[in-house]
């Protein structure tokens, strides 16, 4: 009788019993592994194979969303410098720690031009394997026939009548039926192949048709976002009430051009504001002097030799000219001042644009006059549309319209810092170093101004006239030449989706062999790649279809 022999691992220097030494010689048949040197080539092949999958293309296409958020939450020197500049004043050290970091810059930030470019190499490297492997799919033939077809998820089954066997109506042969068979599934938009004694059809193929798309699409977006930010250009302006603006770089108060934008290409038009309207809530009781609309009323002319067109321009109904559009982006009132000097001299004298604080319009007005002599001036304070007095000496405005204006200011006399150099923000007055002429705390007391009167300043240093009021408004032109590839870009990039998302990728199968009693059986199968609810009532469109075309044999005639 055999030894029975019980096979039994133990690991090793954890068996029982005792140790026995290796034979001499019994390890040299063995060879170690040596796992394969990448090499400098390799590496870069397989960051290539990373960067170029769709993985790590949606994953740079979410980082790309994320980095765009500070630009949404921080403000932006492109769409307004004061405002940063203001930000980081209001908070000292983490502002210049954001600015550093670019966090006031950040659609032209290092990092956030580093994921787009990923992102750019990423769609490219996705986009040229996947389209070689669609067209090799397209040209060849439809994927073999199953030898059993009642294993697929949907599959049908029909028996012909045939005269041979004693029916009523005699169907179609296997040749026949197979021509027949092929017919349908071609008009149900199936790409056939006849063969032997089946046919294999398939469609479908638009689903990655339109993948290819939404991704190539997807790349022009991005070219054209990134030649729209080399050539185009942005600006602003603020026009008085009969002011005119030429497009000339010189003509702007703020200008951003492009990476490569060059002054020669911007287009000769020029705009006059003839009359600013506003309109107020004068009805609701809830929301009563809340603004209702906007209108400048502006004077066109494209080119030196251009009509004038007379235009209505509104806020969100921007004027296109030449290719650039113009927006209204704000309005507030400009009064008008005359500064003269000690030495009666005229110092300062016209509008000056004030910036609204809330919605009744009370603005905060700058006054700068360098020139006056011996001292230079500089005023700073508020204007009240329709100020009304709030006791303690102090006025407030009630209404944004012009029904009290007054002028509320503080003088200053002393170096304002302009013949430096360096640039200043009109909108403020740096007081430090400057001497106190007018203010609520000294005994001259505060300067108010109603339209048409004139203040003296204390000692002799001249006086101030409130010769009225004006409109103004504040326009903001855009140019990007690659705006419009942009949106068409993006329209064919949401065709393509749609097409990958609604379509399906689906074959079928159909066989024809002759029964024992000479009758022709038809089997057909159906898969889908993917999942498909709808794939059943394809099932049952395609039966149909055959029992339409051919006489069926019931289930209840057979033997």
């Not at 497009?247 to 287009?267: H, I, K, T």
């Not at 001042?337 to 007005?365: E, I, L």
């Not at 705006?483 to 399906?504: D, E, H, K, M, N």
């Amino acid at each position: 009788m055999a030894e029975k022999r019980e096979n039994t691992y133990m690991p090793a220097g954890h068996r029982d019993g005792p140790e026995t030494e290796t034979p001499a010689g019994a390890g040299e048949s063995r060879t170690e592994v040596t796992p394969p040197v990448l090499g400098v080539r390799g590496m870069l092949r397989w960051a290539w194979t990373q960067l170029t999958s769709m993985r790590t293309a949606l994953m740079l296409l979410l980082m790309l969303a994320v980095a765009a958020v500070p630009g949404s939450i921080f403000p932006q020197r492109v769409q307004d410098s004061f405002a940063v500049e203001t930000w980081i004043e209001d908070n000292p050290g983490v502002g210049e720690v954001l600015d550093f970091l670019q966090f006031f810059d950040v659609y032209s930030s290092v990092w956030f031009s580093a994921i787009y470019l990923l992102l750019f190499i990423s769609l490219i490297g996705c986009i040229l394997p996947r389209a070689k492997k669609h067209w090799q799919q397209i040209t060849s033939a439809p994927p073999r026939t199953p030898r059993r077809l009642e294993r697929l998820p949907e599959f049908g089954a029909l028996e012909l009548q045939s005269a041979a066997a004693g029916d009523p109506q005699d169907g179609p042969q296997e040749q026949q039926a197979l021509q027949e068979a092929a017919e349908i599934l071609k008009s149900r938009r199936y790409r056939v192949q006849i063969r032997e004694t089946s046919v294999g059809a398939e469609k479908g193929y638009l689903k990655e048709t339109g993948n290819l798309i939404f991704h190539v699409a997807l790349v022009g977006v991005l070219i054209c976002v990134a030649l729209g930010s080399m050539f185009s250009y942005r600006g602003q302006k603020i026009l008085m009430e009969d002011e005119g603006f030429v497009n000339a770089l010189v003509a702007y108060d703020n200008f951003y051009p492009g990476a490569y934008f060059s002054e020669d290409d911007m287009q000769p038009f020029s705009v006059q504001l003839d009359d600013f309207e506003r309109v107020f809530d004068r009805e609701s009781t809830t929301h009563f002097g809340q603004p209702l609309d906007f209108t400048a009323d502006v004077t066109t002319r494209l080119g030196a030799d251009g009509e004038p067109q007379s235009e209505e321009l509104k806020v969100n109904q921007p004027l296109t000219l030449d290719g650039a559009r113009v927006f209204l982006v704000g309005n507030g009132y400009a009064p008008e001042v005359t500064v003269r000097d000690g030495q009666g001299d005229v110092a300062f004298s016209g509008p000056v644009v004030t910036r609204p604080d809330d919605d009744v319009y009370t603005s905060m007005a700058v006054i700068k006059a360098p020139d006056a002599q011996p001292q230079q001036l500089g005023f700073v304070g508020l204007l009240l549309p329709t100020a009304q007095d709030a006791g303690d000496g102090l006025a407030v405005s009630v209404d944004p319209e012009l029904g009290n204006p007054e002028l509320q200011l503080n003088s200053y006399y002393g170096d304002l810092g302009l013949d430096d150099g360096d640039p200043q923000n009109v909108y403020v007055l740096d007081t430090e170093g400057l001497e106190v002429l007018n203010s609520r705390e000294e005994e001259a007391g505060g300067i108010v101004l109603s339209p048409g009167e004139t203040y003296e300043l204390p000692e002799g240093m001249g006086s101030i006239s409130f010769d009225g009021v004006q409109d103004y408004v504040a326009i903001d032109i855009h140019y990007n030449p690659a705006q419009q590839g942009v949106l068409i870009f993006a329209l064919t990039a949401l065709s393509g989706l749609v097409l990958s998302l609604f379509l399906r990728r689906r074959r079928a199968w159909v066989t024809v062999e002759t029964t024992p009693a000479g009758r022709t059986l038809v089997r057909y199968g159906l898969l889908s790649r993917g999942e498909d609810f709808r794939l059943r009532d394809e099932n049952i469109a395609l039966r149909g279809q055959f029992e339409k075309k051919w006489p069926v044999r019931a289930p209840e005639e057979e033997s």
